[in-house]
């Protein structure tokens, strides 16, 4: 187990993230993992690279502060600053950012703390999110094993969880870095396939009662699970595991309904079925069989949380969904199910998206905010219809799964007015 773990440790560095000796990382983590941290670093040492910075999180100790410190005291609090990440995206290092089920939930802190709390972390590495968006500043989320996340998941210990994580990240495979080339192959042929089709929307259907059209951005740009750095100079992988292809809706073009189908986590608290009705693109109705009052907290904390800023397309079949596990992760959930989220969209899902500002972005329908909150909407029975910008409709998906023939077949017919 431990030479698994010192694999996926070299694998994030090496390959994800394609960091060179003499680079900085910064490792952003949970106190539970603590464990795995320090093998990353001993790894990390081994390869050349050390300089290594840590955002450690520490929820009891997250809970503490809020609930017994003043307004004024939070405002000081430097545990809440991250002006750290902004140093090392500076330097020119990257950033890997390990994620697991978390706790404790801050359902009794006062909503007033909690705002002031997130605005801290977000104002103080505002350039370094944006520059995250263009890939500027690599950075890969990954997926580690801890206690805590097992036994929310039933499992008999954390090693069943680990190994659970190895096979979705492909380190069971003799050589992971060949598998993730196949992989990402084939990921890329079916991002470059939706290319092909210059799509202007997006019509969702299933029998829970999705009915959402999702307009497009003109000359819209699909990507998939490998990035090049914002230089061009590096590969990244920025989601460990990961298994999607998506793009960047346009924020004023989504009408109709969806419903949630896993498990949303937020701070720790779990949102089990919503619903969100859309008009012209802004979030109109929310609904939930529970916890509604924190999905609403979470749309009305930061600007634009309202309007959606990605669709991304996973096949209901995909490797993580045949696990038939819920995970209570986002990183690995979304990874098993199609989904959309809320917030901030992607500025390299149109041309030239990466060198525009803001202002520039909302112009041409790219959402803007300070968070971005990925929910799961894939069922058995998805259907996507697309249509491309002549008029023309595509099946996209079809019981859940990517129509790859129909696709092909619409592809070789139509003649490209």
Same mark, same amino acid.
């Given at each position: 187990m431990d030479e698994l773990k010192r694999k996926y440790a070299r694998f994030l560095i090496q390959k994800c993230l394609s960091m060179n000796p003499g680079e900085p990382l910064l490792l952003s983590y949970l106190i539970e993992q603590k464990e795995f941290v320090d093998i990353v670093k001993q790894e990390a040492k081994k390869l050349g690279i050390k300089q290594i910075y840590d955002v450690e999180y520490d929820g009891k100790k997250t809970k503490d502060i809020l609930m017994n410190h003043t307004i004024e005291e939070i405002k000081r609090e430097p545990y809440f600053n991250r002006k750290v990440i902004k140093d090392v995206y500076d330097k020119g290092g990257s950033l890997l950012s390990l994620t697991s089920y978390s706790d404790p939930k801050l359902d009794d802190v006062p909503l007033e703390k909690k705002k002031l709390m997130n605005k801290i972390k977000v104002d103080t590495q505002e350039d370094a999110v944006k520059a995250r968006g263009i890939y500027k500043f690599p950075w890969c989320i990954a997926a580690v094993a801890t206690k805590k996340w097992s036994e929310k998941l039933k499992l008999k210990s954390e090693d069943e969880l680990w190994n659970i994580i190895f096979k979705c990240t492909l380190m069971d495979k003799e050589n992971p870095a060949l598998a993730w080339d196949e992989k990402i192959r084939i990921n890329t042929e079916r991002r470059n396939l939706l290319n092909k089709l210059k799509l202007s929307k997006l019509r969702y259907k299933n029998s829970l009662g999705t009915n959402l059209e999702i307009g497009l951005p003109r000359n819209v740009v699909w990507w998939g699970a490998a990035k090049k750095s914002f230089d061009g100079k590096k590969d990244l992988i920025v989601n460990m595991p990961t298994e999607e292809v998506y793009t960047t809706p346009d924020r004023n073009k989504v009408n109709g309904v969806v419903y949630s189908t896993r498990p949303l986590v937020i701070k720790g608290s779990i949102i089990d079925k919503f619903k969100l009705v859309f008009k012209n693109g802004?979030?109109?109705e929310v609904s939930s069989t529970n916890n509604k009052e924190k999905l609403l907290e979470m749309i009305e904390e930061f600007e634009n949380m309202n309007f *959606?800023?990605?669709?991304? *397309?996973v $096949?209901?079949? =995909?490797? +993580? =969904?045949k696990t038939n596990m819920v995970f209570n992760s986002t *990183? +690995? $959930?979304e990874n098993a199910s199609c989904h959309l989220a809320l917030g901030r969209g992607f500025p390299k899902c149109i041309p030239n998206g990466e060198n525009m500002t803001d202002e520039q972005l909302l112009e041409n329908g790219i959402n803007r905010s300070k968070n971005h909150v990925d929910f799961m909407v894939g069922t058995k029975d998805l259907s996507i219809i697309g249509t491309d910008i002549y008029g023309n409709e595509v099946p996209i998906f079809i019981s859940g799964d990517f129509a790859l023939d129909e696709i092909n077949k619409f592809l070789e017919e139509r003649t490209d007015k």
């Open positions: 802004k979030v109109k *959606l800023g990605e669709c991304a *397309l $096949d209901y079949n =995909s490797p +993580i =969904s *990183l +690995i $959930d």
